[in-house]
């Protein structure tokens, strides 16, 4: 397993550009399974749960290809069967986007259940009764979820909470199902409107992807595509938290400022000047910082999975600061880390109460889960001294060399094998 070791105090200055977001290549992946014609996606990232998807596809029989750094070709024309292993599913969560495509096209499916992870049980209930309203029958054996129906059919279906990846596997069914479908409450994250532009391209009929209300026309086969996946917003507020917490001035490049409204809102309101272009997002906070409370919510609100991040910033804010986790149930594994580092953070409930400190300490701390490890990171980069930041093939499956990008913004800071 390997480490970062970061020396602090340096601020972060220059231009650093961001991949293809990983929660938009993962159900695109999915998509593929849809169809026995040939799915090339562009600018898909290099990363750990990209490589674990892969392996997940090609184990039910699909054949996929890396092309170039940013791209690949799917094509589901052998899959040979249709489950998803436990030892797949449950290092990674979102194999369970399998579960609406292979039902969608071959009638059945059987996915382990992803099990809990570092942030909470990660319960798939919603995805299971949506696909009993279409017709499915649904059942659990040995810790796998078995669906099958002979053709699923259009049904109007309102989730009891949103659900990203809900939504896009009941997306995914419904573009093969027979009928309409009507998704009401669904999540509004732009990765769900990646996805359906991505479905739509493959000949899907669906309307009202962003809003709470999204319609699917079933049509009896979709074709193959070719698609760019959208930047990935978190790697591009991870940055912009980088030149904020570092007191640089960082641009990030071929980025969508519109993702992250919320999170430069909440950056302007510490004091950070932060200025956009179509494609770019310039961050630069030499000046004091403000403590800024939080609460994160579904898109459009704050990103949960910005919410270590931006702790780990209200560590050395000025004045203290709320944040409050309404997403997971347990995503605050970084606290007792940043803790170690200096940061002056007590929770209850749900809630983490910040008072900033004048500086961090370095500390050897351990990566959890993915955005926690993102946190220490950033914690790293502002603290007096050395960090070292181990495990981190949490942060690998969801940031791509993400060392060799804070060195071209002055970062000293190394990969090591332990
Ligand atoms: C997606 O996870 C993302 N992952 C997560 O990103 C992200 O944090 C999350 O959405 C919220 O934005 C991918 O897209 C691959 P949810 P997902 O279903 O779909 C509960 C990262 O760091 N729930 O929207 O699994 C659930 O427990 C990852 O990149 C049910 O109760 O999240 C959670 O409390 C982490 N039953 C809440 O809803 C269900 O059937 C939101 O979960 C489904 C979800």
Known sequence: MDRLIIRGGIPLRGRVEVGGAKNAALPEMAASLLTGESIRLHRVPQ???????????????????????????????????????????????????????????????????????????????????????????????????????????GARITFDGQTVTGTENIMMAAALADGMTVLENAACEPEVVDLAELLNRMGASIEGAGTPTISIEGVSHLHGAEHEVIPDRVETGTFMVAAAITGGDVTVNRCLPGHLEAITEKLRETGVVVEETDCSIRVSGDGPLRGVSVRTHPYPGFATDMQAQFMALMSIAQGSSVITETVFENRFMHVNELVRMGADIKVIGTAAFVHGVPVLSGAPVM??????????????????????????YHLDRGYESIERKLQGLGADIERVAE
Do not use: W
């Not at 249709?82 to 059945?108: D, K, N």
């Not at 993915?370 to 070292?388: D, F, P």
């Open 47 to 153: 990363l750990g749960d990209v490589k674990t998807f892969i392996g997940l596809l090609s184990h039910l029989g699909a054949s996929v290809e890396r092309d170039d750094r940013e791209t690949i070709s799917l094509r589901a024309d052998g899959i040979g069967q249709c489950e998803a292993p436990y030892q797949l599913v449950r290092t990674m969560r979102a194999s369970v986007l399998v579960l609406g495509p292979l039902v969608a096209r071959f009638g059945r499916a059987r996915v382990s259940l992803p099990g809990g992870c570092a942030i909470g049980p990660r319960p798939i209930n919603l995805h299971l009764a949506a696909l009993e309203k279409m017709g499915a029958t649904v059942s659990l054996d040995a810790g796998y979820v078995e669906a099958k129906a002979p053709r699923l059919r």
């Open 367 to 392: 990566a959890t889960d993915l955005r926690a490890s993102a946190s220490l990171v950033l914690a790293g980069l502002a603290s007096q001294g050395i960090t070292t930041v181990s495990r981190v």
